[in-house]
């Protein structure tokens, strides 16, 4: 019943900005934790910035001082600002969260189509 949607990716140049969205419905439990993840080609899906209910954010060091997570709890939405931008943050970018249930904290178990940034001159 869980359905994310990713949207915003494309093509930069290098040193451009661009702003990710999630869209989440259909998530019954209340959200701990909101993330975004990024696989790039030949590498391992990371995880690349995380905020919780709180409000309280965790940052990769490969993007710090980079990027902005931020959500809308209205909207069931999340975001990422992607500043500065590098070739090498050329990936796809998927987002994801963790839910609170029967007092523990799980993640989903799905996953969206994601979103390609492509960084390139």
């Known amino acids: 019943q869980v359905q994310l949607v990713e949207s915003g990716g494309g093509l930069v140049q290098p040193g451009g900005s661009l702003r990710l969205s999630c869209a989440a419905s259909?998530?019954?439990?209340?959200?701990?934790?909101m993330g975004w993840y990024r696989q790039a080609p030949g590498k391992e899906r990371e995880l690349v910035a995380t905020?919780?209910?709180?409000?309280?954010?965790n940052y990769a060091d490969s993007v710090k001082g980079r990027f902005a997570i931020s959500k809308d709890n209205v909207k069931n939405t999340w975001y990422l600002q992607m500043n500065s931008l590098k070739p090498e943050d050329t990936a796809v970018y998927y987002c994801?969260?963790?839910?609170?249930?029967?007092?523990?904290?799980?993640?989903?178990?799905?996953w969206g189509q994601g979103t390609l940034v492509t960084v390139s001159s």
């Open positions: 905020i919780t209910n709180s409000g309280s954010t």
């Open positions: 259909g998530i019954i439990f209340s959200i701990n934790t």
């Open positions: 994801n969260a963790e839910v609170y249930k029967l007092g523990y904290s799980v993640p989903l178990d799905t």
